[in-house]
């Protein structure tokens, strides 16, 4: 028997709702999306499946809030459009389109970015984003503090060294040098909007600052300019909102207890992601120590590649951003364009699941641990 290629990986209260109902567009009451640069071109055929299958969702179902940070903002800022599978589809076309050189300035970096970003808001974004029957959006910013408010080199070096020292001792310890942002559609109040940690600052997401607030959490420190003044809130320097919610270790439907079914607060986290694990910041990735917090986790239902579809892929991995300087632009797009391809197996096996109904045989526990 072949190997699927899609798992679906569910914490406890995820599985058991969904052993009792089947997976339902109806029961989604978080969409997620995390940061990770080109690693989301595996998700993009997977993207245009599971958009329509929850744009389809019946008007008593309530609003369903998006949250993301990075590129995972920028998809969910795509799934907010009028249109999400052609919004989806601009921002892959876009960011195949990137053209990096090892000589490019953090500025250049960040307006070319910016372009990319634009063919996603393509249109009257702001309006089809802030005006959606019952999608709302959330982006988490970073907003530097101390030393790290700067985008002199040498300043901002001094300062991405020292946070790297201070989460080795205690992840609490990057409050010293970011805080976290919370911008939201103002028109419901999001379930995740008591997230503890850091400093949380909760603000409107408007006509004026969207483009601003999804620019600031894709400003991946030293390697872009940082955003600038973001309409709405506190003058500063604003980064990627990965660095402290790199793969949204949050409490997705706040602090909650209860499980029956008249619960309100009950629900579905889905969350599309490339690895099966979870590592909650930026400065985390080689700190395997540092894990999620499994109580968060126990509504969501985590969509990912197999081990068997990502080992099968060229060089065996799901691109990332290291690409750009390890490999030539033809090669680099060949393999991208690939995995791309590959990919469609993902929305194949998703679209089979839900056909066939048997998401339910198939789930695998969430495993929080890093390898």
């Known amino acids: 028997m072949k190997t699927p290629a899609l798992q679906f990986r569910a914490g406890s209260r995820a599985a058991a709702r969904i052993r009792k109902h089947g997976l ?40 369903l809030f998006l949250i993301g940070t990075s590129a995972g903002a920028w998809r969910m800022a795509a799934f907010a459009r009028g249109d999400p599978v052609a ?64 985008d002199g080199r040498l300043r901002l070096a001094l300062a991405l060294i020292m946070a790297v020292g201070v989460n080795r001792l205690d992840r609490r310890g990057l409050g010293l040098f970011f805080e976290r942002l919370l911008f939201s559609d103002p028109r419901d109040p999001p379930p995740f909007a008591d997230i503890a940690g850091f400093r949380l600052r909760q603000l ?5 600052n969207l483009g601003a607030a999804l620019m600031g959490s894709g400003s991946i420190p030293w390697s872009m300019a ?46 599309p992601h490339f690895y099966p694990s979870i590592t909650p910041g930026w400065f985390d990735k080689n700190i395997r120590r540092r894990q999620a917090t499994a109580g968060h986790f126990d509504d969501v239902l985590l969509l990912c590649p197999s081990p068997a579809f990502v080992a099968g892929l060229p060089y065996g991995k799901i691109p990332d951003r ?8 033809r090669q680099r797009l060949t393999y991208w364009r690939t995995a791309i391809a590959e990919a469609a197996r993902l929305a194949d096996d998703f679209t089979d699941c839900l056909e066939k109904q048997d998401i339910a045989d198939r789930l695998m526990p969430l495993d929080l641990g890093r390898r």
């Open 87 to 150: 919004a989806i589809r601009r921002f892959e076309e876009g960011y195949l389109a990137y053209r990096w050189h090892p000589r490019d300035s953090p500025r250049k970096v960040s307006d070319d970015s910016r372009r990319v970003l634009d063919r996603v808001l393509a249109g009257d974004a702001a309006a089809e984003i802030l005006g959606h029957p019952f999608k709302r959006l959330g982006v988490l910013v970073d907003r530097s503090r101390g030393l790290a408010a700067s």
């Open 322 to 329: 290291r690409d750009f300087g390890t490999m030539a632009d």
């Open 24 to 63: 339902r567009a109806d029961d989604v009451r978080v969409f997620a999306g995390a940061s990770g640069g080109p690693k989301w071109f595996i998700l993009s055929p997977l993207d245009q499946v599971v958009f329509p299958w929850l744009s389809d969702r019946s008007s008593a179902a309530g609003a």
């Open 204 to 208: 409107a997401l408007t006509a004026d």
């Open 226 to 271: 940082a955003e600038r003044d973001i309409p709405g809130a506190p003058p500063g320097y604003y980064r990627d909102g990965g660095v402290l919610d790199y793969h949204l270790d949050i409490p997705f439907l706040g602090n909650r207890n209860g499980d029956g079914d008249g619960d309100s607060a009950k629900g579905i986290v889905l969350y």
